[in-house]
């Protein structure tokens, strides 16, 4: 089958695969296995095989729990989980540890969460190398295992590059997240720097794909001895303490889902299985996407209700009006941590405070969104002056950082309620949070890892409470770019934007492209980012996903922006009406359809697919150095008896065809345009 972009005679690329055509459902064999595994794992002998893993003074958990009282309780916690909650305590009445399971009835999947309870009057002894998750990969055969995983966010061209490592036997891998320059953890952290907290290790057929829900530091090795099953463990990656009287902590939660027969299939239940129990639901409904017009709190009130007017006015459609840093404090004199510090808007920008810029907003059926560092405070700005008890130690950075200790329960109820009052009285839609977790310091002996536990719980119940006393808002996840992605993270947030390496407004499209392509095998949802400063059809289509934004060059000055002779008002109505008409699509089962790549020497294209619609896209970018005026792709999860419909949507020519050949011969995309973006729509039709 083949699209015309243009009928050329030309050197064609030719991308193939080895998955298979079924559609993304567990079956029964998938469903068994992690049956199987957890009833292994959880009732053949409790306490000796549980996979998690600690040392309680000097002595391993696989020696002493069997020996400990325990008990389980079970609920149902809707029609697609079982909760079951082991605990066993300690005979000598001190520690308890309880693990909080939650079985899928609809996946092949698990996860848990371990807490240790001090129930004496004394301090515990020492716990010390806690494994959040401590197993064996439960591989066919000796041969070697393939461990999926991927780089974080670091604000560079490979933010989120893939990467394959095989591990024959011996063999042995680690990867982390710090996050912070040296002392690792000490005064804090973040989870997807260095590496993504997500992998999928593949072998014979089948595989596991885990995530790690921690919003501070971590590690995972992975150790291959001779002749033995693969060994995985991870966790917070360092601690070490006495738990004080009465005082509870938790480790990191961990998820994990199997899967048989090829990874790319494991990755899109794993996508739908995120999707329906690990995502926001802002209101109670699924998100539903969101294209931003991002802009700097620098602008004054008036500009930003002309930047409003300016999308109706060129019948350009916009969903949400986006005011990032820069809004708050009380002059243009204000140092950059006394602005972050202080949630009071500038009285020269916004005379009649932020809610005249939300009035505007709303009245053009459009959401706000509002930058906030809030966990910064400053001992002479707002409340750092109010409450200098509550001031964090100083962190050493530029010109110094003081930050809100999460992991004081007074605190951290008290942010709740002023933020919350912020939000209503400023009309926030969105809360955009910025900034990285940072704890007091967490090297005192026999404490060690007990700040950051503390700290991260807290900032887990804080954004718990914003989301409780509002529960239509979003809570968008920034961690100076996508630097704190994470299993509780997307839970409760939305990464609207990945990297900071597309601040300036004048990147490259192929960092959108090359992002996409990485993160979607792990999430479902982020934001994508058009360079405003030249927002043409290929700058615009390499950023459609679940959430798109334009992120200007130009933003002191509106007159000038709107002047820029490279913004096409045509291309722009075209470009975002096409991207609201096919966002659905982003939604939907994810496979890439040609290997990963940054070069601009080359193609890369992917697939969307909704089975259950019968429908899907497939996008396909020939970059700017590429010698190859087409590509051919075969597609992936149609039904191979069923003709589609296919609509290139700059051709208005359209072609049926049965999946089949799609399938087993694929399709051939020609486009003579250097960069060029092509975007295919197809549907199933009698």
Known sequence: MQINKLCLLAVCLVFSGTISSWAISPDVKEMEAAGAWIQDHWFSAPGAAEPFSLVYDGVT?????????????????????????????????????????????????????????????????????????????????????????????????????????????????????????????????????????????????????????????????????????????????????????????????????FWQQD???????????????????????????????ANWGYLPAAEHIRELNWWPDHDIPMECHWVDACWSGVSSADSWVQMLSNRAVRPDLYPNGMKEVSDAAHSKNRKLLLWFVPHAIHPAVELGKEHPAWIGELLPLNEGYYFWDHGDPKVN?????????????????????????????????????????????????????????????????????????????????????????????????????AYTHGLSLWIPLFGSAIPGDNPNLYAIRSAYSTATLIVWAENSDLDRRWANPRIDLDVLRRGFKEYLAVRENCFGDYYPLTPYSTEPDSWLAWQRHRPEAGQGMIQAFRRQQSNAFGGQFKLFGLEASSHYELNDLDNPQKTIVTGQELMQKGIKVFMEEMPGAAVILYKKVE
């Not at 291959?224 to 995985?232: E, S, T, V």
């Not at 509002?470 to 993270?489: A, F, Q, R, S």
């Open 61 to 257: 958990s696989r020696q002493f729990l069997p020996a400990w009282q325990s008990k389980v309780t079970l609920r149902s916690l809707d029609q697609g989980r079982v909760q079951r909650i082991h605990t066993f305590t300690d005979p000598a009445g001190a520690l308890e540890v309880r693990c909080e399971v939650v079985e899928y009835t609809k996946y092949p999947a698990v996860e848990w969460v371990v807490y240790f309870k001090n129930n004496s009057d004394n301090n515990t002894p020492i716990l010390k190398d806690v494994q959040s998750m401590d197993l064996s990969f439960p591989a066919r055969d000796d041969g070697p295992c393939v461990i999926h995983h991927a780089e974080g966010s670091n604000a560079g061209l490979t933010d989120f590059r893939p990467r394959t490592t095989v591990l024959s036997s011996p063999g042995e891998l680690t990867i982390f997240s710090h996050g912070h320059p040296e002392p690792v953890g000490v005064r804090g952290g973040s989870s997807s720097v260095e590496s993504l907290p997500f992998f999928n290790v593949e072998g014979s057929g089948q595989g596991m794909i885990a995530g790690i829900g921690w919003t501070g530091t971590w590690k995972a090795n992975f150790t291959r001895p001779a002749g033995q099953p693969l060994a995985i463990r991870a966790g917070m990656d360092r601690m070490e303490l006495s738990l004080h009287p009465g005082e509870q902590i938790r480790t990191p939660r961990i998820l994990v889902l």
């Open 263 to 293: 990874r790319f299939r494991g990755h899109n239940l794993w996508r739908r299985l995120l999707l329906e129990y690990y995502s926001p639901q802002p209101g109670g409904q699924r998100f539903p996407g969101l294209l931003c017009d």
């Open 413 to 513: 109820e008290f942010m709740i309620g002023y933020y919350s009052k912020i939000i209503t009285d400023y009309g926030i839609d969105i809360f955009r949070e910025d900034g990285r977790p940072y704890w007091n310091s967490d090297d005192k002996p026999g404490r060690i890892g007990a700040q950051q536990a503390h700290y991260i719980e807290g900032y887990y119940a804080f954004r718990d409470g914003l989301l409780r006393h509002h529960p239509k808002l979003l809570i968008d996840n920034c961690g100076e770019g996508g630097k704190k992605i994470d299993l509780e993270t997307i839970s409760r947030t939305i990464a609207l934007w990945r990297s900071d390496s597309q601040a300036g407004g004048n990147f490259d499209p192929i960092l959108s492209q």
